[in-house]
């Protein structure tokens, strides 16, 4: 414990950063730190996120800037783009989108921040854009749209090959779905195709990752009707899809997970579901007082096919992204609790260990 202590210090020296826990479970260990938080008092909940040029960019999302759901307070969603040139720095404000968005996937390709879908105050969108960082301004190129609008959905790129899956198509979330969209960035012509559909339930929220040439969908809720009612039901089950051998069902996860950081932070046999909600607290009274979402974090082995206990993560979030940059998965502000957002911007990365 010395040494990881020891060299978790040393990584938050070199890298300027704010504070460190190191957490010691049974896979390698995490050494959680803090960057510097986004300039809003609030935070966001389904903000865009990715690198572009060497700069961490965050954009939109929504919050509820005055009273909460719970005192019928109004969401609002955000247009601006924020910046983040090296570690140590501040967050610096980089323009805006061309409209309030939040809830639809990002994810970095070459070219920059891949931004697929959303919602807004009225409606859910099938925009797609990629977001690039010039000069310290951002900038908007666009992408072909989807082919219906899409938010809440998970996603993930191989290569410049972006995957979509799941979500919902109307404000409300009445149902959920579970068709797969493709995208190829690097076809001459690209184009969305639309792909075998995962097996499962359609689901919306569910985490996406990218391991070793292939897609995974893990978790999420599907929309049922209770009493008249559309209700959200957690899922455990998780599935692989591979280019041109189609889907697979892997190990379930041991609990739901719905909301988690995504794409999930991922090395070449492995990724983390490293937040979201487990729905053990749904419905926790009052609201007002609600304790936070859980803190365990899972592992999948994608060599093995199993889960496992990997620690705890001293920022549980839920609806937010996660890139990875300059050797640490960045997790940019996110739900604290229902209807609660935070400022805050924590990263995680292995211990360097002797």
């Known amino acids: 414990m010395h040494h990881r202590l020891i060299n978790g210090c040393l990584l938050m020296i ?11 479970p049974t896979p390698p260990p995490l050494v959680w730190c803090q960057l510097a938080p986004l300039p809003d008092r609030e935070g966001f909940a389904g903000a865009y996120a990715g690198v572009s040029g060497g700069s961490l960019i965050v954009a939109g999302g929504a919050n509820f800037p005055g009273k909460k759901p719970w005192e019928k307070g109004q969401k609002v969603w955000y247009d601006e783009v924020f910046a983040l040139t090296e570690p140590a720095g501040q967050w610096q404000s980089a323009g805006r989108l061309p409209h309030p968005l939040g809830y639809g996937v990002s994810v970095t390709v070459s070219a ?15 925009v797609c854009f990629l977001l690039t960082l010039e000069n310290g301004r951002a900038r908007v190129h666009p992408l072909p749209p989807l082919p219906l609008p899409l938010a809440n959905a998970g996603g993930a790129a191989i290569g410049d090959c972006l995957y979509i899956c799941g979500g919902s198509d109307q404000p409300g979330e009445p149902s959920a779905l579970g068709r797969l969209f493709a995208l190829d960035l690097t076809a001459a012509n690209p184009a969305w195709t639309e792909l075998e559909p995962c097996p499962g339930r359609p689901r919306l929220l569910p985490v996406a990752a990218a391991v070793n040439g292939a897609f995974y969908l893990a978790g999420g809720a599907d929309i049922v009707l ?4 559309p209700t959200r039901e957690y899922l455990t089950d998780a599935w692989r899809y591979q280019p041109g051998r189609g889907w697979q069902r892997i190990a379930d996860l041991p609990k739901p997970s719905v909301a988690a950081p995504c794409p999930a932070p991922a090395t070449d046999t492995m990724f983390y579901l490293a937040g979201g909600d487990d729905g053990s607290r749904v419905g926790f009274q009052p609201v007002e007082q609600h304790p936070g979402f859980p803190s365990g974090i899972r592992l999948y082995d994608t060599t093995k096919n199993e889960w496992r206990s990997a620690g705890e993560t001293p920022a549980p979030r839920a609806t937010l992204p996660c890139v990875f940059w300059q050797g640490r998965f960045v997790f940019p502000s996110g739900e604290l609790r229902p209807g609660v957002r935070s400022p805050e911007v924590w990263t995680m990365a292995p211990a360097r260990l002797p």
């Open 226 to 229: 209770r009493e008249g009612k």
């Open 112 to 126: 920059g921040v891949a931004c697929v879908g959303g919602s807004d105050a009225t409606k859910h969108h099938a």
């Open 14 to 24: 070199m890298l300027g950063l704010t504070s460190c826990r190191t957490t010691t």
